[in-house]
């Protein structure tokens, strides 16, 4: 997940530069800054864990993509060409919580499937 991790690092800087050169206010700033250093932390984590991450290029791009691919990417374009900085840091973030995500999704249903499968005691 090496390109994710920095594709995360590098837009989540941009977003932070783009939010100050707008002059939001100092709090904005502040918390886009501790955000990028929790998110920074994350992804060097998952970079030297095992955690499985989709490869984008050969899951989308190699076969024939159905419809809602095709329509989720056109969704997509308009937003990267208004506000490439947020489009590009919320995509990238997305990303590197995936595999996070998903490992804790298993792992909660595997705890209620372990529960299920006992039976009540007399």
């Keep these: 997940p ?9 837009s989540l800087v941009l ?15 502040t918390v886009a800054a501790v955000g990028i250093l929790a998110i920074m932390l994350l992804a060097a984590g998952a970079m030297v ?3 499985p991450y989709v490869h984008i290029p050969n899951r989308y791009l190699r076969r024939h993509a159905p419809f809602k691919y095709l329509a989720v990417a056109l969704m997509l374009v308009p937003l990267l060409a208004t506000y490439p900085q947020w489009t590009l840091a919320v ?32």
Excluded: E, K
């Design 49 to 51: 864990s095992r955690l």
């Design 15 to 29: 977003l932070h530069q783009h939010l100050i050169a707008r002059d939001d206010p100092a709090w904005h700033v």
């Design 91 to 122: 995509g990238f973030t997305a990303y590197a919580l995936s595999a996070p995500a998903w490992w804790l999704w298993h792992l909660r249903g595997s705890r209620s499937s372990r529960g299920a499968t006992r039976t009540p005691g007399p």
């Design 2 to 10: 090496s390109p994710g991790a920095a594709g995360t690092v590098a």
